[in-house]
């Protein structure tokens, strides 16, 4: 089982990116997918979780500006980031949850949001 996460990058603020957690080995439309992100020096802190019935949820913080959506034909979810602040800035990883349990997960992407 793979999770590959991908779009990452560098942004100025305002901008937006996409980013792609791809997966091979499971069908991923049974598992809820989180979207965890860890900045410099903070903790890793759960950003957004879409379920496999397609329900969504955010933290607050990114309320109105990330949205999920999934493409189970292509085993990939997706996370777009809009008005990106530098706030945002971390290494994004997106974990495939199962019973509520974290079962695999990816390498990472990093998004750096600065001018």
């Known amino acids: 089982v793979q999770l590959v996460e991908s779009g990452g990058g560098l942004v100025q603020p305002g901008g937006s990116l996409r980013l792609s957690c791809a997966a091979s080995g499971i069908s991923f439309s049974i598992y809820a997918t989180d979207w965890y992100r860890q900045g410099p020096g903070k903790q890793r802190e759960l950003v957004a979780t879409i379920t496999s019935s397609n329900s969504t949820n955010y933290v607050d913080s990114v309320k109105g500006r990330f949205t999920l959506s999934r493409d189970n034909a292509k085993n990939t979810v997706y996370l777009q980031m809009n008005s990106l602040e530098p706030e945002d800035t971390a290494v994004y990883y997106c974990?495939?949850?199962?019973?509520?349990?974290?079962?695999?997960w990816g390498q990472g992407t990093q998004v750096t949001v600065s001018s």
């Open positions: 974990c495939a949850v199962r019973y509520t349990r974290p079962q695999y």
